[in-house]
């Protein structure tokens, strides 16, 4: 379904963030029937109204929402509305069409588009692309998952995209590269379970993508794949990591080598995948990347990491404190641990219980030195999985500033101090960027005298 189709039909858009507004606003332009826009929350929760999207649309609220949108003929689903919400089974009871905003304008877009998504590794991997590109002379715009609706980017040639599992879901095109990082259960809530988790997150796949890159050496990916067609990078016969002339760990592309592992600053075999697996993007596009390595080495080591994954935090104790607060799963902190082997490790976990299994993550650090302490609200239940393992001592810190203070007395010089929290920041910090900045806090009120 592509914008131009709702010229004339009913239209009732979901949700009132910056996805809802984007998806108003362009809608209106294509000459609807009649557009609202809904919020299914109580009257007056969905905050002010106003500017463009509200002379566009009126808001409707509360238990008129749901009858508003039974009665359209497409509804626009905001990322942010659950697979699961009861009134989403409703509609497909009904018979009602459901779209999403990054699904119509996809629908426009895809030759142009490159689009990445992974439970982990796709905010990393699609800016390392973009980057990438833009070194070697090739403009693109980068957008997505970033916080810049796709309804809200302008014309260009070439297009970079993250897409969450959420936007996937609505998907009915393909962008011409589609690319997936990593596949491990997230977000079972607002999906319905991990089955449905994953068919929603491959959808990106399913509508005949150009060219399909995927990183090669994550087991859950390679099983859902199966033997479909796909670059598998990080395999021997594409972009991978092997020890070079030199012994030391190297990027080859083939049996060709491009430049060492060492150049690229971000830490973690995680990352490295990443590498890979933007490098055969490149690839995949014509881009001869062994006749470009020298450029491509020289960009690869100017990236920088994006905020709160890995972010180290400079501190004059002789610990290294690291910001890693988008780690929201278990197997996302298990990739965040596995980035400092070498060192002394405490790990700060905790945030609002989902109700996840932490089995895996105990699995992970079994023999293994490092010390965890958890937080409210699911801290406790972590810390109460990781009981007992042999290695691994277990604390439990009343808040994030009391976990920093029990860390400073805990962790050795030359350790590290990892907030990799295992869960999402709700409840009890208004976002991820607000845990982000109570833990720099944290670290700044507690240096030593």
């Not at 969905?46 to 999207?53: C, D, H, M, N, R």
């Not at 319905?192 to 087991?219: F, I, Q, S, W």
């Not at 012994?247 to 083939?254: L, N, P, R």
Request: proline share 8%.
């Amino acid at each position: 379904m592509r914008l131009s189709d709702l010229r004339g039909r009913a239209v009732a858009v979901w949700g009132t963030g910056r996805e809802g507004r984007a998806a108003v606003v362009a809608i209106a332009a294509h000459g609807p029937a009649d557009l609202v826009v809904v919020d299914d929350g109580p009257a007056g929760a969905a905050g002010s109204w106003e500017g463009p999207p509200a002379t566009a649309a009126p808001l409707v609220t509360g238990e008129a929402a749901r009858e508003r949108l039974l009665a359209a003929d497409v509804v626009v689903r905001s990322p942010g509305v659950p697979q699961t919400h009861p009134w989403v089974a409703e509609l497909r009871r009904h018979g009602v069409p459901i779209t999403g905003g990054s699904a119509l304008w996809l629908a426009d877009h895809a030759a142009r588009t490159i689009g990445v998504t992974g439970s982990k590794g796709k905010s990393t991997t699609s800016s390392l692309i973009s980057h990438l590109l833009t070194s070697l002379g090739r403009p693109n715009v980068f957008g997505g998952n970033i916080g810049v609706p796709l309804l809200d980017l302008p014309e260009a040639e070439c297009y970079v995209l993250e897409l969450s599992s959420y936007q996937c879901s609505d998907l009915t095109d393909s962008p011409r590269v589609a690319v997936v990082t990593s596949l491990f259960p997230e977000h079972l809530d607002a999906h319905g379970g991990e089955r449905e988790y994953y068919r929603d997150k491959l959808n990106l796949l399913a509508h005949g993508p150009e060219t399909v890159v995927v990183n090669g050496t994550d087991p859950r990916l390679a099983a859902e794949l199966g033997d479909r067609p796909a670059i598998r990078a990080g395999l021997p016969d594409s972009v991978h990591l092997a020890p070079g002339p030199d012994g030391a760990e190297t990027v080859y592309a083939g049996a060709e080598p491009l430049f060492a592992r060492s150049v690229f600053p971000l830490a973690g075999r995680h990352n490295a995948g990443n590498l890979c697996v933007a490098l055969a993007v490149l690839q995949s596009l014509g881009i001869d990347v062994v006749a470009r390595r020298g450029e491509l080495a020289d960009a690869a080591a100017a990236f920088r990491g994006l905020p709160h994954r890995l972010s180290e935090i400079a501190d004059p104790s002789g610990l290294t404190f690291v910001d890693d607060t988008l780690a929201t799963s278990p197997y996302a902190t298990m990739h965040a641990i596995d980035a400092y082997p070498d060192r002394r490790l405490t790990v700060i976990v905790g945030g609002a219980d989902r109700g996840l299994d932490y089995a895996p993550l105990r699995e992970h650090l079994a023999g293994r030195p490092v010390t965890v302490i958890g937080i409210p609200d699911s801290g406790p239940r972590i810390v109460e999985a990781l009981r007992e393992l042999p290695g691994v001592r277990v604390e439990v810190a009343d808040d994030l500033a009391a976990a920093v203070r029990l860390a400073r007395d805990l962790t050795p010089v030359g350790g590290v101090v990892l907030l990799s929290p295992a869960a999402p920041s709700y409840g009890r910090f208004r976002n991820w960027e607000h845990r982000s900045e109570a833990y720099a806090a944290a670290i700044a009120e507690t240096v030593p005298r």
